[in-house]
């Protein structure tokens, strides 16, 4: 059976978890690992019995390797990613791809004037909740799209901020609940709804001593006139995320991993103008839909989906261009916010790089308790 070689770059956290899972695949092995503390570096490649090295640059040359899982922090995955490509070497990004939309999209056409596979760590599209949303609107089944919802809280305590110099700073990630905690759901919710056509934000920092917002609520708006709202943090302990896609014949609620599925007996935009009685109301059918089972889901689909795809050009979860709107929304929402006003999409490249260069010059390392260099548990299947 023909092996992708893959080496792991960044294997400190999520890395390390990516690492076990290449080896759990039989179409892939792991041949290499790199990062930039040799501590850890080394102790990963003694652990999994393969060469280490502390500069990505020479594990890319290595000729070790067919392709590279980037899982460093978010500021290093372009530069990484294009000399990969640049290279020969085939590439899959851990989230987001980039901090600022010109970044990432450097990193796409990189990707395709090297011909070789890209594509993005969101393995909460693997999942049997997220694959039936999509096969649903797909369908048509909600008709054009009127309005959207996505309430994506969380929670971190301040000891999560202390545990790394780098960590809710402008200069070490170029944001905060944004670019840290919030682009699964927000990949999720472009998936399935679309890129807003306009962002209005307010962003804050809220309860926590950090430079960066940790809480974000947006008015949307959409090419066909739709509406929408957004709001995440890391200030509130209360879960799941929601999602509401609200269409002309019926609406679709996402709790968490729970779809509710509202059918509507005729389409609004056509009762409403025949309908004769003064309080007449549409007939609605609500449904729990049924998900599917035994599905393959997680970080380790995700790489199996990519080994096949370079192997047999088995179709991508996450196409690597698809990568860029989890970065539009995010741009846009802290432009608007720092801002205070309507941001269009695609975000002003030039506007967004001047604005991010500022905050960086304020921007200033924290003193920490103890460095901790581990993944949030709920993430390491």
Same mark, same amino acid.
């Given at each position: 059976?023909?092996?992708?070689?893959?080496?792991?770059?960044?294997?400190?956290?999520?890395?390390?978890?990516?690492?076990?899972?290449?080896?759990?695949?039989?179409?892939?092995?792991?041949?290499?690992?790199?990062?930039?503390?040799?501590?850890?570096?080394?102790?990963?490649?003694?652990?999994?019995?393969?060469? =280490?090295?502390?500069?990505?640059?020479?594990?890319?040359?290595?000729?070790?390797?067919?392709?590279?899982?980037?899982?460093?922090?978010?500021?290093?995955?372009?530069?990484?990613?294009?000399?990969?490509?640049?290279?020969?070497?085939? %590439?899959?990004?851990?989230?987001?791809?980039?901090?600022?939309?010109?970044?990432?999209?450097?990193?796409?056409?990189?990707?395709?004037?090297?011909?070789?596979?890209?594509?993005?760590?969101?393995?909460?599209?693997?999942?049997?909740?997220?694959?039936?949303?999509?096969?649903?609107?797909?369908?048509?089944?909600?008709?054009?799209?009127?309005? +959207?919802?996505?309430?994506?809280?969380?929670?971190?305590?301040?000891? =999560?901020?202390?545990?790394? +110099?780098?960590?809710?700073?402008?200069?070490?990630?170029?944001?905060? %609940?944004?670019?840290?905690?919030?682009?699964?759901?927000?990949?999720?919710?472009? =998936?399935?709804?679309?890129?807003?056509?306009?962002?209005?934000?307010?962003?804050?920092?809220?309860?926590?001593?950090?430079?960066?917002?940790?809480?974000?609520?947006?008015?949307?708006?959409?090419?066909?006139?739709?509406?929408?709202?957004?709001? +995440?943090?890391?200030?509130?302990?209360?879960?799941?995320?929601?999602?509401?896609?609200?269409?002309?014949?019926?609406?679709?609620?996402?709790?968490?991993?729970?779809?509710?599925?509202?059918? =509507?007996?005729?389409?609004?935009?056509?009762?409403?103008?025949?309908?004769?009685?003064?309080?007449?109301?549409?007939? %609605?059918?609500?449904?729990?839909?049924?998900?599917?089972?035994?599905?393959?889901?997680?970080?380790?689909?995700?790489?199996?989906?990519?080994?096949?795809?370079?192997?047999?050009?088995?179709?991508?979860?996450?196409?690597?261009?698809?990568?860029?709107?989890?970065?539009?929304?995010?741009?846009?929402?802290?432009?608007?916010?720092?801002?205070?006003?309507?941001?269009?999409?695609?975000?002003?490249?030039?506007?967004?790089?001047?604005?991010?260069?500022?905050?960086?010059?304020?921007?200033?390392?924290?003193?920490?308790?103890? %460095?901790?260099?581990?993944?949030?548990?709920?993430?390491?299947?």
């Amino acid at each position: 059976m023909e092996k992708i070689k893959i080496g792991v770059i960044g294997v400190g956290g999520m890395g390390y978890a990516h690492c076990k899972s290449v080896n759990e695949l039989e179409e892939a092995e792991l041949t290499c690992v790199s990062d930039i503390d040799e501590e850890v570096a080394k102790e990963r490649g003694e652990e999994f019995g393969v060469k =280490y090295f502390t500069d990505y640059k020479e594990l890319i040359k290595s000729g070790l390797c067919d392709a590279v899982i980037v899982a460093t922090p978010h500021w290093f995955h372009p530069e990484i990613s294009i000399f990969a490509f640049e290279n020969g070497l085939h %590439v899959l990004s851990e989230k987001p791809i980039a901090v600022r939309v010109s970044d990432a999209d450097r990193m796409i056409e990189a990707a395709k004037k090297s011909g070789k596979v890209f594509t993005i760590m969101f393995q909460r599209r693997t999942e049997p909740f997220a694959r039936k949303a999509r096969e649903i609107i797909e369908s048509g089944t909600l008709g054009e799209i009127q309005r +959207t919802l996505c309430v994506d809280p969380w929670y971190r305590a301040q000891a =999560y901020y202390n545990s790394a +110099t780098w960590r809710a700073t402008w200069i070490g990630e170029g944001g905060g %609940v944004l670019i840290n905690q919030a682009p699964h759901t927000i990949d999720l919710f472009t =998936y399935l709804a679309g890129l807003p056509k306009k962002i209005e934000a307010k962003t804050r920092t809220k309860i926590h001593d950090i430079e960066v917002e940790d809480e974000v609520s947006a008015l949307l708006e959409y090419k066909n006139g739709a509406w929408g709202y957004y709001y +995440t943090s890391t200030c509130e302990p209360v879960g799941p995320a929601r999602i509401e896609i609200a269409g002309d014949k019926g609406k679709l609620v996402i709790s968490g991993t729970t779809l509710t599925l509202y059918k =509507y007996e005729k389409p609004i935009s056509v009762f409403t103008k025949e309908a004769e009685s003064m309080w007449a109301g549409l007939k %609605v059918e609500e449904e729990t839909v049924t998900l599917p089972e035994n599905v393959a889901t997680g970080h380790k689909e995700i790489i199996r989906n990519f080994v096949h795809a370079i192997l047999e050009g088995e179709e991508l979860y996450v196409k690597g261009e698809e990568g860029l709107n989890s970065v539009e929304f995010i741009n846009a929402c802290i432009l608007s916010g720092k801002k205070n006003k309507v941001v269009e999409i695609p975000v002003d490249r030039g506007e967004y790089d001047e604005l991010l260069e500022e905050l960086k010059k304020t921007s200033k390392p924290k003193k920490v308790v103890k %460095v901790v260099r581990e993944t949030d548990p709920k993430f390491k299947k």
